[in-house]
């Protein structure tokens, strides 16, 4: 089992910064990938960034130039720094995992429990 743990979360005016964190503990195989997406009100969630352990990033249109995603192996943590951010960013993040075993391609999927992430105009 994975337990995935989300912080960095909070209220900031537009143009501020902010960067969460979600911390990995658990069964996580060398295939994997860990990413980031959010959910505003009445609105589905979408994908923000990506990041794969083979180093590839994938990273929604919206918050190309603003945004980076990154990890830490040997913590097995990925972050977002997100960086002029805009009242639409508003939202819960959730942190992603997905991972499998070499070899197979029984992926397991794992989602942390949110984290609200408020820009202020």
């Known amino acids: 089992q994975v337990q995935l743990v989300e912080s960095g979360g909070g209220l900031v005016q537009a143009g501020g910064s902010l960067r969460l964190s979600c911390a990995a503990s658990g069964s996580i195989f060398s295939i994997n990938t860990m990413g980031w997406y959010r959910q505003a009100p009445r609105n589905q969630r979408e994908l923000v960034a990506t990041?794969?352990?083979?180093?590839?990033?994938d990273y929604v249109d919206s918050v190309k130039g603003r945004f980076t995603i990154s990890r830490d192996n040997a913590k097995n943590t990925v972050y977002l720094q997100m960086n002029s951010l805009k009242p639409e960013d508003t939202a819960v993040y959730y942190c992603r995992l997905q991972t499998r075993r070499v070899g197979t391609v029984v992926e397991y999927d794992y989602w942390g429990q949110g984290t609200q992430v408020t820009v202020s105009s």
């Open positions: 990041l794969t352990s083979g180093g590839s990033t």
